[in-house]
């Protein structure tokens, strides 16, 4: 039997990426599990989703904790306890410390919706529309203290089409990041996606599949 790399999964909303990862998932022949699932909204409706599958899903509420220190450690706490390796950030809206980043360090991704460097933080499509860019798209890296920064691991492209709204660019950039993030979990999972040097290499076996990335909202 093949050891699946355990991961935890943090939201804080929707939850459709981490849905797209539990799903990846359940494929018996895809290199990681889903073991956790830690929200920290109790309105967050990806908690319901991860229920309904069996997953363990967390709800630890920043607003319920003193300080950053204190919510970061339980949300480690939960993942440590379900056995928890790895950790996917999948549209988790706070603020890591340096001292969560470095527990974790080389062991959380995040998604985002751009193609970083351009338009990291909020209001991506927005600002990506008002300069006009004719190519959008989605980010998997490796997580740094600076915010949406850190090695890559591959992203993909979509379109701007005329007429393009925030949320018709969100929607089409939602797809490719739902093919993304399995994509490049298990790339990571199966030890082709590494990072060294703070860039991702990925070896020359991959190159072609994660190539063939680029163009996954197409
Ligand atoms: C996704 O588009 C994700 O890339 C984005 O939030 C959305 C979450 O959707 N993340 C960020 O903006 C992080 N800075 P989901 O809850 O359905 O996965």
């Known amino acids: ?11 804080s909303g929707r939850g459709s990426n981490m849905a797209a990862l539990v799903e990846a998932c359940e494929a018996p022949e895809f290199p990681a599990k889903v073991v956790c699932v830690v929200a920290n909204r109790p309105d967050a409706k990806g908690l319901d989703y991860a229920r309904a599958k069996g997953i363990p899903a967390v709800l630890i509420d920043h607003k319920a904790y003193g300080s950053k ?20 950030l ?31 933080g909020l ?27 850190g090695p890559i ?16 660019l969100a929607a089409r950039i939602l797809t490719a990041e739902h093919k993304l993030y399995p994509a490049c979990l298990s790339m990571i999972a199966k030890g082709t996606a590494k990072v060294a040097d ?8 991959a190159v072609e599949a994660a190539a063939r990335l680029y163009s996954a909202g197409v």
């Open 1 to 11: 039997m093949m050891t699946k790399l355990p991961v935890g999964v943090l939201i």
């Open 153 to 168: 691991v591959a992203q993909a492209a979509v379109p701007v089409l005329t007429g393009d709204t925030p949320d018709d």
């Open 123 to 149: 209001h991506t499509h927005e600002r990506a529309l008002a300069d006009g860019v004719k190519l959008a798209g989605c980010t998997v890296h490796f997580v740094r203290a600076e915010m949406d920064v």
């Open 198 to 205: 703070e860039q991702v290499e990925i070896a020359a076996e």
């Open 69 to 88: 220190a204190e919510f970061e450690t339980a949300m480690t706490a939960a993942l440590e306890a379900n056995g928890v390796g790895f950790v996917c």
């Open 90 to 120: 999948a549209g988790f809206m706070r603020i890591l410390s340096p001292q969560f980043i470095e527990h974790w360090r080389d062991r959380l991704i995040n998604i985002h919706p751009s193609l970083l460097p351009s338009y990291p």
